[in-house]
T-cell receptor, first 113, second 118 residues
Framework: SQQGEEDPQALSIQEGENATMNCSYK?????LQWYRQNSGRGLVHLIL?????REKHSGRLRVTLDTSKKSSSLLITASRAADTASYFC?????????????FGQGTELSVKP | GAVVSQHPSRVICKSGTSVKIECRSL??????MFWYRQFPKQSLMLMAT?????????EQGVEKDKFLINHASLTLSTLTVTSAHPEDSSFYIC??????????????FGPGTRLTVL
């Protein structure tokens, strides 16, 4: 079952601008992950943030997690045309290794050159 | 490291036939593999979780007799879509999670298999 809601569903920006995507979930989690998917391709893991972390950075990516609001955001700074893709958040509730992920609906990002 | 492959990448079959999709972890031991289905413009829906050497656990609403999953080794899981029908046409993605230094709870995804049933 899907438990993640993402907004916006679609986002169109100009190259160089920042892109912010939000994700909300319903149950307690162990960690939250963000993935990117280019059209018709598999998923690429971007970043994992644990429930006891509030912010994490990786290159041009910044992820925040607010467990009290059950929400997370992904910020892509200085966007590039190559960032055009769908972005999904996924939550893991399991404490066992390899716990299943529940994916959000996704945000379709279009970065125009 | 942590590469997962799927084969075939694309398959077209006639209605009523069975199709087998392979998922392999190339450089790590996958104690757990997951199978997802994704319809166009939609998110991934988990179909089942399989642990090596045991029966798969299916999500609610997924027919286990239609979607046969085998995880016979630590590097290979297969999904067989039996008696496929046009409504089974979808993008099937596997992921693998394992031990050996990988981040806790991180899954590595295969490139997906596009199934078209005529």
């Amino acid at each position: 079952s899907q438990q993640g809601e993402e907004d916006p569903q679609a986002l169109s920006i100009q190259e160089g601008e920042n892109a912010t995507m939000n994700c909300s979930y319903k149950t307690s989690i162990n960690n939250l992950q963000w993935y990117r998917q280019n059209s018709g391709r598999g998923l690429v893991h971007l970043i994992l943030i644990r429930s006891n972390e509030r912010e994490k950075h990786s290159g041009r990516l910044r992820v925040t997690l607010d467990t009290s609001k059950k929400s997370s955001s992904l910020l892509i700074t200085a966007s590039r045309a190559a960032d055009t893709a769908s972005y999904f958040c996924a939550t893991a509730a399991d404490y066992n290794q390899g716990g299943k992920l529940i994916f959000g609906q996704g945000t379709e990002l279009s970065v125009k050159p | 490291g942590a590469v997962v492959s799927q084969h075939p990448s694309r398959v077209i079959c006639k209605s009523g036939t069975s199709v087998k999709i392979e998922c392999r972890s190339l450089d790590f031991q996958a104690t757990t593999m997951f199978w997802y289905r994704q319809f166009p413009k939609q998110s991934l829906m988990l179909m089942a979780t399989s642990n090596e050497g045991s029966k798969a656990t299916y999500e609610q609403g997924v027919e286990k007799d239609k979607f046969l999953i085998n995880h016979a080794s630590l590097t290979l899981s297969t999904l067989t879509v039996t008696s496929a029908h046009p409504e089974d046409s979808s993008f099937y993605i596997c992921s693998a999670s394992g031990s050996g230094g990988l981040s806790y709870n991180e899954q590595f995804f295969g490139p997906g298999t596009r199934l078209t049933v005529l």
